[in-house]
C-alpha cells in the first residue's frame, strides 16, 4: 500500500501496474546499486520472532544489545515488561517508545501461559492498531474537538490504519483449502489471544480475521541480522 509520504520519498522508483494479480510493482528509474537505500518507512505493526532474545522496540539481540549497551565480557541482559513478562527491551527508554503498540498486548500475554506464535501476535498487533484508528475517527467524525482531529491525524501519519489493512491483496479464492483452513485455526487462536478466550462483540469476526492472516502471509516481510 503506497502512501503519498512513500511515493515522495521514492524519487528514484515508478509504479507498475499489477501483473497476473499479483500486485503493483515498483520499477526503477535510474542504476540501482548494491546496498542503496530505496525507502525507509515505520512499519504498521511488527514483532520480535523471539521474545525472549529479542528487544520488541529496536529488534536488538541479546548479543547485539550487549555490545552497544555494555562490554561484551558484561553483558546487560534485556529488560522484561514487569506485568506480561514476556516481552523485553534494551533499555526504559525502548520500553516507554513501544507501550503505545505494547499497551493492548500486555494484558493478553499477561493472561497467557505462554506467548502465542509471531503470526498471531503480528495479527492481533494489527487488528488493535486498526481499532484503535477506528475509534480516533469516530470521536473526530462526532466533532469531540480539536484534539480528538490532531489525534486522528496522528494515527494516520504513514498513511497506516484500516484502509493500508484493506488494501492489501489476501488471494482468499487462490488459497488451498488446506491453506484457508490453516488460516481458520490461527484466527481462532488470534480471537482467543486478543479476548483471553472470552466473548467480545467489539472483536473482530473470524472471517475477518482469517483474511487479515492471509494477507500478512502475502506482504508481511521478515527482516534477519547477523
Same mark, same amino acid.
Given at each position: 500500500?503506497?502512501?503519498? #509520504? ?42 520480535? $520472532? ?16 550487549? &555490545?552497544?549497551?555494555s562490554s561484551a565480557q558484561h553483558p546487560?541482559?534485556?529488560?522484561r515488561c514487569g506485568r506480561c513478562r514476556?516481552?523485553? $527491551? ?46 480516533? #475517527? ?5 466533532h469531540v474537538g480539536r484534539q480528538a482531529? =490532531? ?13 493500508? =489493512?484493506?488494501? =492489501? ?13 490453516? $488460516? ?39 527482516? &534477519?541480522?547477523?
Amino acid at each position: 500500500f503506497f502512501t503519498s #509520504e512513500f511515493l515522495a520519498y521514492m524519487a528514484c522508483v515508478e509504479v507498475a501496474p499489477a501483473i497476473d494479480g499479483r500486485g503493483r510493482r515498483l520499477l526503477t528509474t535510474r542504476a540501482v546499486r548494491a546496498g542503496d537505500l530505496l525507502h525507509r518507512e515505520a512499519p504498521l505493526a511488527a514483532v520480535p $520472532y523471539d521474545l525472549a532474545t529479542t528487544c520488541a522496540h529496536t529488534f536488538l539481540s541479546l548479543t547485539l544489545a550487549a &555490545t552497544t549497551t555494555s562490554s561484551a565480557q558484561h553483558p546487560t541482559p534485556l529488560r522484561r515488561c514487569g506485568r506480561c513478562r514476556a516481552v523485553r $527491551y534494551v533499555d526504559r527508554a525502548a520500553q516507554a517508545a513501544d507501550w503505545g503498540a505494547h499497551k493492548p498486548e500486555c494484558a493478553a500475554l499477561a493472561a497467557c501461559s505462554a506467548p502465542p506464535s509471531p503470526t498471531i501476535r503480528l495479527a492481533a498487533r494489527c487488528l488493535w492498531w486498526a481499532g484503535l484508528v477506528g475509534r480516533v #475517527e469516530q470521536q473526530a467524525e462526532q466533532h469531540v474537538g480539536r484534539q480528538a482531529a =490532531l489525534a486522528r491525524d496522528r494515527v494516520r501519519q504513514g498513511g497506516c490504519g484500516t484502509a493500508a =489493512l484493506d488494501a =492489501l491483496e489476501s488471494h482468499w479464492d487462490d488459497l488451498s483449502p488446506a491453506r484457508q483452513a490453516l $488460516y481458520a485455526g490461527l484466527a481462532v487462536a488470534t480471537r482467543t489471544f486478543m479476548t483471553g478466550g472470552g466473548r467480545d462483540s467489539a472483536a473482530p469476526d473470524l472471517p475477518s480475521i482469517a483474511r487479515l492472516i492471509a494477507r500478512l502471509a502475502v506482504n508481511a516481510h521478515t527482516i &534477519t541480522g547477523g
